[in-house]
Every structure is written in structure tokens, then in C-alpha cells.
């Protein structure tokens, strides 16, 4: 499965291979058997034999194969008030096979580990100043924050059996594995991450963190059908989701939002052209704007405007201690702390972002005609100040068709979303070809 989340339907297996054989057709129907389990689990044998229409022969064999590959587990007896022997329900293994989701952004390290549930049961975070410096010393320190995730899962009864990475930057279809093209706000040109890694057999898929955001908003959030999903924050992505599908353009490049021009003869951006939406938009323009950047830059000392217990406590981990305290330098969370307290060059700054962020967006809608757009990434954490100018501008630019002001709303994932994303691409394609896990020779 590629990092984009882009799965192979059941029909298309054999299609892709000819007609179809047994081995096909028994991993098509372990594919329904698992997909009608993780959609309304709990269910007995008889019930999944209801909902996919095989047989209870076929049902019990398939589930039994389920079990053994440690995907599924039969509780015990239930039951249900009709007529006949109970049943058992079959589940979920939430101590079994899992996906881990790795990110890179400009200031930070990702890692969280979700099982087949998509419930988190690994989350750490690390602040590493990623921009500019040399990739292999980021994807060396990303791999011992891996290690030390899974070593975590392990503790937990977790197995994982797949590992995406998320990038701020481009990444080809024609080399989906590995290659991240182009990420100017880490200082990255044509880097191969799986040569990089050290450790053989460990390096991660690699995907765009805008498509991946977008999948957990599509898998976990509230996005649905046809939407854009905006990932801001140092840089600032977009994907499009059309049907419930990721569309990552011809070559892999769609969704470039912070690259639109939004003034043709504005300030020079990081990729080398004038008049994008990030220098304009983007977390570097709003802190500048803001007055505060030069602060940033110094040693952080916690100042009146922070709460004593936003300051204490080290942020835990789903399965151990993160390696992150709230003490570490958070840009976005000073912004917000600063609009909260009414500073007038803060909100002045988040209004500006905004209106620029309204600019582009009003262009992807004319051209897509989506139900929504969603503002994820470290941007869901200032949402409040944000969205009022972006709503303003959206309704001034948008005349060509209804646009009703709630179609714009914040992810409730926030800027979790990349993270998770990657790691519920391996989860969902568990979900969707379980055999995978032990005819690999077959995908």
C-alpha cells in the first residue's frame, strides 16, 4: 500500500493479475470478512455471514485464519435473544499487529504507534531544529525516536508491521517509497530517506504530511466526500479529497496550496518565487508580523501570559514518558496565548494570515466545488482568530455559487493529524487486505 493512502480495491486484486485464482479469491474474502468486522464490531460468525452473504462454512474458515494471524479475537459466548446456539463476538486485536506513524516537521519529531482500533497507544515528541540542517542527521535522530516507539509497542503486546513517514514537502508517485523531491522549508532537495536510514529493513514509506493529514481527517475527523484539507503551520500544504479519495495529481505534486500566488509581485518565498501564499500566511510571516520573532529566538522563559499548569507537567505518551515537556519552545501555543490575552499585534498578525489563507482557499473552491474545507495542522490551535477573516474573505471571493459560512471549520485533530495519518495507513490496510500481513508475495 502506498503512503498516500491510495488502496488497491478487493475487485482490482485479481483484476491487476488476471483471472482470478483461489488464492485470490479467499484473500478478497478475508478482505470482507476484516472490513465488515472493523466497521460494526462486535459481531458473532452468524452475523458476518448476514452482512457479507458467505456462507457460515466459509465464514468460520475465514475467521478462523483471521485469528491465527493474530487480527481478530472471538469473546465469549453471548446471547443475542434468537433462536439457536450463541454466538461468539469477534473483535479487533488491539494487542496485535499495528501501524507506526512517523513525522518531520520544521521544529519537531513525530512518532505514535496505533492499533488495529486506530486507538493511539504510542505518542512522542521531540523539538529538533530540522531547517537547514544536514538530512542525515534528522533522519538518524527520527530513527532512535522509531526505535524507542516501537521498543514501547513491544511493552504494550504490539507488533508493527508497518511504518509511513510524513514530510512538509513533495513526493513523487513515480517513486512513492522513499524520495522526498523537493521540501525548501527543511532545506531538502532529491533526498532518498531509505538510504539515509540506518538499520536495514527498517525505513519508513514516505508521503506528503498535507495528504496524510487529510487521510486522518478523512478516516478519524470529520472530513467526508469532497473536501480540501488545509495542513498550516511553518509551511503551509493542501490535499484534495474527491469521493472519499486522496487525489494526488499526475506526478504526486497536487495540493501545493502555500504556493499559490496570491500577489504576483509580493515578497520572494522559500521555493523561489514572488507572491506565494506562505510569506504571507505562513508561520514565519504571522510571528514577524506579530513582533514577537526575535523572542523566539532567545531561551525560553515562561512569562505572564502562561498558565502555571500549562508549564508542570512533562506530556505523557500513550505507553510511556514523552520526550517533550510544555516547557519546549511552541510557537503556535505563544501565539495563542498572546491572541488569548488581547494582544492587538498578535490578532492583527492572525487576521492578516487569515485573509491570505481566504485568498487562496477561494480559488481552490471556484475550482473544485467542494462540501468543505478543513483547517488543519498547528492552524487548528488558532482557529478562533483565524477563521472570522478567512469566512470574510471566502464570502467576498466566492459569488459564483452557494458557500455557506460552517463549510469552513477546524480539524479536531489539530496538528496530530500528519502523524496519525501515517499511521493509519498501514492500520487501514489491514483493514482492507489483511492477507497481506502473510502473502506479501501476492500484493
Known amino acids: 500500500m502506498a503512503a498516500d493512502g491510495q488502496q488497491t480495491a478487493d475487485g482490482d486484486l485479481a483484476a491487476r493479475r488476471g483471472p482470478a485464482s483461489q488464492q485470490d479469491m479467499r484473500r478478497q474474502n478475508l478482505a470482507l470478512v476484516m472490513r465488515t468486522v472493523a466497521a460494526a464490531h462486535p459481531l458473532s460468525r452468524a452475523d458476518v455471514a448476514g452482512r457479507t452473504g458467505l456462507t457460515r462454512t466459509a465464514v468460520s474458515s ?5 485469528i491465527g494471524g493474530g487480527l481478530l479475537l472471538e469473546g465469549e459466548l453471548e446471547r443475542s435473544g434468537r433462536v439457536g446456539r450463541p454466538g461468539r463476538a469477534l473483535v479487533l486485536n488491539g494487542n496485535g499487529p ?8 520544521v521544529e519537531h ?6 492499533d488495529l482500533r486506530g486507538e493511539v497507544r504510542v505518542e512522542l515528541h521531540r523539538p529538533a531544529p530540522n531547517a537547514g540542517r544536514p538530512a542525515e542527521q534528522t533522519i ?10 516501537e521498543r514501547e509497542a513491544v511493552e504494550l503486546g504490539l507488533r508493527v508491521v508497518g511504518r509511513v513517514l510524513a514530510v512538509p514537502g513533495s513526493v513523487p508517485l513515480d517513486d512513492p517509497t522513499s524520495r522526498v523531491e523537493h521540501a525548501p522549508n527543511l532545506g531538502w532537495h532529491q533526498v532518498d530517506v531509505a538510504e539515509l536510514w540506518p538499520g536495514p529493513g527498517t525505513a519508513p514509506t514516505v ?9 486522518a481527517e ?3 475527523g470529520t472530513g467526508s466526500g469532497t473536501f480540501v484539507h488545509v495542513s498550516a503551520g511553518e509551511g503551509i500544504g493542501g490535499a484534495l479529497v474527491l469521493d472519499g479519495r486522496l487525489f494526488p495529481g499526475v506526478r504526486g505534486f497536487a495540493g501545493e496550496l502555500g504556493h499559490l500566488t496570491v500577489r504576483p509581485d509580493g515578497r520572494t518565498c522559500s521555493c523561489g518565487a514572488r507572491g506565494c501564499l506562505e510569506p504571507y500566511a505562513g508561520l514565519a510571516a504571522v510571528l514577524r508580523s506579530a513582533g514577537f520573532t526575535d523572542e523566539l529566538d532567545e531561551p525560553y522563559e515562561p512569562d505572564e501570559l502562561a498558565e502555571p499548569d500549562e508549564l508542570a507537567e512533562p506530556v505523557e505518551s500513550g505507553g510511556g514518558p514523552s520526550l517533550t515537556s510544555r516547557q519546549e519552545r511552541d510557537p503556535i501555543a505563544e501565539l495563542a496565548r498572546r491572541a488569548e490575552a488581547g494582544d492587538p499585534d498578535t490578532r492583527r498578525a492572525l487576521q492578516h494570515a487569515g485573509t491570505a489563507l481566504g485568498t487562496a482557499l477561494a480559488a481552490a473552491v471556484n475550482l473544485v466545488d467542494p462540501d468543505s474545507l478543513v483547517l488543519g495542522g498547528g492552524y487548528a490551535d488558532l482557529a478562533q482568530w483565524l477563521l472570522p477573516a478567512m469566512r470574510t ?3 467576498a471571493l466566492i459569488r459564483v455559487r452557494p458557500w455557506p459560512e460552517e463549510a469552513l471549520r477546524a480539524s479536531p485533530l ?4 500528519p502523524v496519525l495519518g501515517a499511521a493509519l495507513v498501514t492500520v487501514r490496510s489491514l483493514h482492507t487486505d489483511p492477507a497481506g500481513l502473510w502473502l506479501p508475495e501476492a500484493a
Not at 475465514?62 to 483471521?66: N, P, R, S
Not at 489539530?414 to 493529524?417: E, I, V
Open 62 to 66: 475465514l475467521v478462523d485464519e483471521l
Open 98 to 105: 499495528a501501524g507506526l506513524g512517523l513525522e518531520i516537521g
Open 109 to 114: 519529531l513525530s512518532a505514535c504507534v496505533l
Open 140 to 149: 538518524a535522530e527520527l530513527a532512535e525516536l522509531a526505535a524507542l516507539a
Open 207 to 215: 508521503g506528503n504530511e498535507a495528504n496524510l493529514g487529510a487521510l
Open 218 to 220: 478523512l478516516w478519524q
Open 393 to 395: 474573505e471566502l464570502a
Open 414 to 417: 489539530g496538528r496530530r493529524g
